[in-house]
């Protein structure tokens, strides 16, 4: 059974960084594509970031300019999320997921392009 647990989350002021990170197991992560989420309270779960199996392809969502980093640890079956120059709108619980296979690159920001999703790690950007 899949498992991904997200962590790293916390309370930051407007311009901080946080770093996240997702334990995988039950999956060879090295063949997945994953991926991160976020949901704001009273919004729809919006597609953040993604990072192919082999890490060659690296995909973000438009909101992010610049400012957060996916990348990932296949040795260590983990996937992390370096995120700067945080604003009080990235306020959201930040999903990871792991890509269905096989896997369909026309659907790296849809949630059906994913098959497993961690518990959330919630990240609040103060102003």
């Known amino acids: 059974q899949v498992q991904l647990v997200e962590s790293g989350g916390g309370t930051v002021q407007a311009g901080g960084s946080l770093r996240l990170s997702c334990d995988s197991s039950g999956l060879t992560f090295s063949t997945y594509t994953m991926g991160w989420f976020r949901q704001a309270p009273g919004k729809k779960r919006e597609f953040v970031a993604a990072?192919?199996?082999?890490?060659?392809?690296?995909y973000y969502g438009d909101f992010v300019q610049g400012r957060f980093t996916i990348s990932r640890d296949n040795a260590e079956n983990t996937v992390s999320l370096q995120m700067n120059s945080l604003k009080p709108e990235d306020t959201a619980l930040y999903y990871c997921a792991s890509g269905r296979a096989p896997w369909n690159m026309a659907s790296y920001d849809r949630i059906e392009g994913y098959g497993s999703w961690g518990q959330g790690t919630q990240v609040t950007v103060s102003s």
């Open positions: 990072i192919s199996a082999r890490g060659a392809a690296i």
